[in-house]
């Protein structure tokens, strides 16, 4: 197999124009590289549709997962994919958050409590977080689980929202009221 | 992050793809997704459904009618815990398994513009590509299966399987990046041809009743926030919000929906400082939640929603708050 036949059935693939036996083939087939070069034009098309990019920096949470990775963890593989992105998603907060209290003053009314640049700020900075987190010998401490418990007022009005706006009415409903009544076994 | 974001987007495109041999005839597929929100709404049914999420699976009776213009729909779950859901127009009371009753009551007016009274049904955004993959059978019903595939990775797919000749949705199935089914709901029995009333979304007596009551002014300085999120997944928009109480606290809310995938970022006055985030993953359902010091004191924001983990931290990272300046 080509090259060239690759990247014409990759091409193809985003086009919506690849046979079932083609995109089987190169589902089988498919290296690194092609994985890459399917990436890079799925960004192209993105950008080209106006669609939003990241601006996180690329290894913004890899250098986080690689630390995970490193410890020692008895979870799921699940909990462990979950754990890589909420303690990125911590120190994000825990950055973003701090700038805020910094920035912020007590005697303005109304308050804006940061908002944009400090969070913008905080993601520039993320790199360098990360770097930081990397050096550092502490372990990260594992994320804590929100009870379904305490989170029960808030699942109630998600899903009224949810049932008005998403579409699928009943979906939210029956989703609520499942999860209700499994909650012990959620917890 | 946008790397990996394309390359899920992309798997998740090869998958259904895979399943999805051939494209919609635009017209009628599109047609019938945008009759499936008010299909059969005004319409008295009762049927049973499965729903599965993960090791969970539940059965369902769902009742439906429509009183005084205003949707009335009943769950019961049957099997294990008792729990219910009763919901009347813009009023939802749920019963839990422990006999606790939660009641959320419209209010008279909202402090914010797209709150219930303005509502607004989002078209489906181009974000997700429409793929017909033919007829197919649920509960006995001639049924249209239709794939929704996403074009970026900041949003699920959705798989959904509609009725011929009402456009209902029988069945639906959430699908992550790599192609799982998140969670699954299906009919198993529709019976449209049943006489209800009003007693039979009739509230429960003599439960002990939590109330999220709605508040009607931004009467909680320093304790009351506006929401806004700086950054959004392309095609999603604010459509909802409110604020109410709990537990004496004003907790606000905002909604934010792409027509399909919907996630709510809530703020509540913490009475501690936190450190870190807290999660939970239940199917497609994320809950992050994180403290945000504001002086004097400080939030805690969380945000539920059948979005992916990257989507939440990325819309918690972009957010503002702005504390209300309103009279005791």
């Known amino acids: 197999m080509s090259a060239d036949r690759n990247r014409e059935t990759l091409s193809a693939l985003l086009d919506g124009e ?64 979950l754990g890589q992105v909420a303690v990125a998603a911590s120190v994000a907060a825990a950055t973003v958050f701090g700038w805020q209290y910094m920035d912020t003053s ?44 305490e989170l029960q007022p808030l699942l109630v009005r998600h899903s009224q929202f949810a049932a008005e706006h998403g579409g699928q009415s009943l979906v939210p409903l029956a989703r609520l009221v499942s999860l209700d009544a499994n909650r012990d076994a959620e917890e | 992050m946008m790397q990996r974001l394309s390359r899920t987007a992309g798997s998740l495109c090869v998958v259904l793809a895979l399943m999805a ?35 969970d699976m539940s059965t369902l009776e769902v009742l439906h009618a429509l009183f005084d213009g205003k949707t009335h729909e009943r769950l019961i779950h049957l099997d294990g815990a008792h729990a219910e859901l009763i919901r009347r127009g813009d009023d939802l009371i749920c019963l839990h398994p422990k006999g606790g009753v939660t009641r959320l009551d419209s209010g008279a007016a909202s402090l914010n513009p797209l709150a219930l009274s303005g509502r607004v049904s989002l078209p489906l955004p181009p974000e997700y590509q429409l793929v017909a993959r033919g007829a197919d059978r649920v509960a006995g019903i001639e049924t249209q299966q239709l794939s929704l595939v996403p074009a970026d990775g900041w949003r699920y797919g959705y798989q959904l399987w509609l009725a011929d000749d009402s456009g209902m949705l029988l069945k639906s199935e959430v699908l992550d990046s790599k192609g ?10 529709l019976d449209t041809d049943v006489t209800l009333s009003t007693t039979d979304f009739a509230s ?28 959004l997944p392309p095609g999603f928009a604010p459509v909802d919000g409110d604020t109410r109480l709990a ?26 400082a936190r450190e870190g985030v807290r999660i939970n993953q239940m199917g497609p ?26 989507t939440a931290e990325k819309v918690l990272a972009g957010l503002n708050l702005v504390l209300e300046s309103g009279v005791d």
């Open chain 2, 21 to 55: 041999p051939r494209l919609a005839t635009a017209d009628s597929a599109t047609a019938l997704l945008e009759r499936m929100p008010q299909a059969m709404a005004d319409s008295a049914w009762r049927g049973r459904l499965v729903y599965l999420r993960g090791a």
């Open chain 2, 180 to 189: 799982q089914v998140l969670e699954r709901m299906e009919f198993v029995a």
């Open chain 1, 18 to 81: 690849a046979s079932e036996l083609e995109a089987r083939r190169l589902l089988r087939d498919m290296n690194e590289e092609d994985g890459q070069q399917l990436s890079r034009w799925q960004l192209a098309s993105d950008v080209l549709q106006g669609h939003a990019v990241s601006a996180v920096p690329a290894d913004f949470a890899a250098s986080l997962c690689g630390q995970l990775d490193a410890q020692e963890s008895v979870r799921p593989a699940w909990v462990a994919r």
């Open chain 2, 285 to 310: 359902t994320l809950a992050v939640s994180a403290y945000m010091p504001v002086p004097p004191a400080g939030f805690d924001i969380t945000l539920v929603g059948e979005v992916p983990p990257a």
């Open chain 1, 106 to 149: 007590p005697a303005s009314t109304p308050m804006v409590a940061t908002g944009e640049a400090p969070f913008a700020r905080a993601l520039a900075e993320a790199e360098l977080v990360s770097r930081d987190f990397q050096r550092s010998p502490v372990v990260q401490a594992r994320p804590a689980t929100l009870a379904v418990s």
């Open chain 2, 204 to 231: 429960p007596a003599g439960a002990e009743e939590t109330v999220l009551a709605p508040v009607e002014a931004p009467t909680f300085v320093g304790r009351q926030v506006t929401l806004d999120a700086q950054w």
């Open chain 2, 247 to 272: 537990a004496g606290e004003p907790v606000t809310a905002r909604s934010y929906t792409d027509g399909l995938a919907t996630f709510t970022v809530f703020a509540e006055p913490a009475s501690d």
